[in-house]
């Protein structure tokens, strides 16, 4: 019976470092019998590093140094290179590319004057304006919503009589209707000021010194007429709440 041939893998896995790059390369496949001026060339499209600059140290698994590899005609092999060593690699060129991209502080950044920053279609000023503006409309930025103006939910509020029963639609707080009517301390359009049953509004009826009706403190609050329900809804019990 004949023996099978043994397989001789040639190659080991390296872990490579820079002295100026903080990129740690772990597992590189490097053959043993690549000279180390083809390492060289292969450490140059990993880092950018100039050949013509580079030395190479070889180090073992716990990072103790075992020789320099500048011999480029030589073979990584004859080096004694194994699995989990660590090539560190010295860039000792004065213009070298990696310089300025390690350090942040050298680079330059970029300004913007704030006229051509309003002048920008999309940016977070204007972002921060429709958001505001939508917020006290009562929307939510993002949804399709009508144009807010003067008469916004005018024929929705005309419909709700004063002292109504209602329920609002967020929370299912219940209460009476107390006002129906513009708000331009709130935004452009009709609101709706309720008396809740229970003290979980927001005021008392009185909206920057401007007091639409009056209610107990925290049991005012004020939305949009489709926010809420007229119907007969009585006050409910405790156990109920």
């Known amino acids: 019976m004949q023996a099978e041939p043994l397989i001789y893998d040639s190659t080991v896995k390296l872990t490579l470092t820079h002295n100026i790059s903080t990129n740690k390369m772990i597992d590189i496949r490097f053959d043993l019998m690549q000279t180390i001026g083809s390492i060289k ?8 590093s100039d050949p013509k600059f580079m030395q190479l140290q070889l180090k073992d698994k716990q990072g103790n140094f075992i020789t320099y590899m500048n011999d480029d005609v030589k073979f990584l092999g004859t080096y004694g290179a194994k699995d989990g060593y660590e090539v560190h ?5 004065p213009n070298s590319v990696l310089n300025g991209l390690e350090d942040v502080n050298k680079v330059q950044k970029y300004t ?3 006229e051509d920053y309003d002048k920008l279609p999309v940016n977070m000023r204007k972002f921060k304006q429709q958001f505001l503006q939508q917020q006290a409309a009562g929307g939510n930025l993002g949804q399709n919503k009508p144009e807010i103006n003067d008469n916004y939910q005018e024929e929705v509020a005309l419909q709700i009589a004063i002292n109504s029963r209602c329920q609002i639609n967020q929370g299912q707080r219940r209460g009476t209707v107390r006002y ?28 920057q010194g ?17 926010e809420i329900i007229v119907g007969d809804y009585p006050v409910l019990d405790l156990d109920e709440i």
């Open 41 to 48: 060339e292969s450490i140059e499209k990993r880092y950018g």
């Open 210 to 226: 401007f007091q639409y009706f009056q209610c107990p403190q925290k049991f005012g609050i004020f939305v949009r007429p489709n």
């Open 180 to 207: 129906v009517g513009q708000v331009p301390q709130m935004g452009l359009g009709y609101f709706v000021g309720i008396e809740l049953d229970e003290p979980t509004g927001t005021n008392n009826g009185n909206i």
């Open 112 to 114: 913007i004057s704030d």
């Open 89 to 93: 690699i010295i860039d000792s060129n």
